[in-house]
Every structure is written in structure tokens, then in C-alpha cells.
């Protein structure tokens, strides 16, 4: 069975960074799209980056472009996310996600959190 299980939160100060990885199983990795998304208290979940099976790379939300970097190794069955200049405003659940059957596959989330 499809199964994500993502790693790397944890707490850190205004202007750290943290690697979360992403260990993806039960499909053939390399031929589908990867997605971070992050949830913060009372919000919505929001799309932070995408990547495509041929390593292109999107953003979708703008106060992340410049800060954080999305990537993958297809060896390892693995999407990171590289997070520099972390804001209090980054706090969040940070969830991957894979899209495949017509059906969202999501991983348990790793807790971010960026304060003093």
C-alpha cells in the first residue's frame, strides 16, 4: 500500500533552517509528482511546493520563494524540502503528499516550529 512518512521538524529559531524528508513506498516513485503542504492552527492546508517526476520545481506561495527548496532522489524514494530563513510564520504541520489513482495519498505530518 502507498504509504509517506515524513521526518526532519522539530523546533527552531527565527532565521534557522531544517531538511524535512519525505520516504515514499508501495508505488513506483519516480514516475509521479511530489507535493509539500503545510497546515498552521485554524488555517486551511496550503500547497508550499511541487515537484514533477522530471525535477521541475514550483512554489505556491510566494513568502517561500528565495527561502525554501524542494527536491528529490528517485534512488531513495525521497522528497525533501530544504527550509532556510524561517519565520515564526512558517510554524505549521508540514504534510507530503503524492497524487496517484485518482486518490490523494498523504503522510502523518512533521511539526514545524519557528519561535524564540
Known amino acids: 500500500q502507498v504509504q509517506l512518512v515524513e521526518s526532519g521538524g522539530g523546533l527552531v529559531q527565527p532565521g534557522g533552517s531544517l531538511r524535512l524528508s519525505c520516504v515514499a513506498s508501495?508505488?513506483?516513485?519516480?514516475?509521479?509528482?511530489m507535493c509539500w503542504y503545510r497546515q498552521a492552527p485554524g488555517t486551511e492546508r496550503e500547497l508550499v511546493a511541487s515537484?514533477?517526476?522530471?525535477?521541475?520545481?514550483?512554489y505556491s506561495t510566494d513568502s517561500v520563494k528565495g527561502r525554501f527548496t524542494i527536491s528529490r532522489d528517485n534512488a531513495k524514494n525521497t522528497v525533501a524540502l530544504q527550509m532556510n530563513s524561517l519565520k515564526p510564520e512558517d510554524t505549521a504541520v508540514y504534510y507530503c503528499?503524492?497524487?496517484?489513482?485518482?486518490?490523494?495519498?498523504w503522510g502523518q505530518g512533521t511539526q514545524v516550529t519557528v519561535s524564540s
Open positions: 503528499k503524492v497524487y496517484l489513482n485518482y486518490l490523494d495519498y
Open positions: 515537484i514533477g517526476t522530471s525535477g521541475s520545481v514550483s
Open positions: 508501495g508505488y513506483t516513485f519516480s514516475t509521479y509528482a
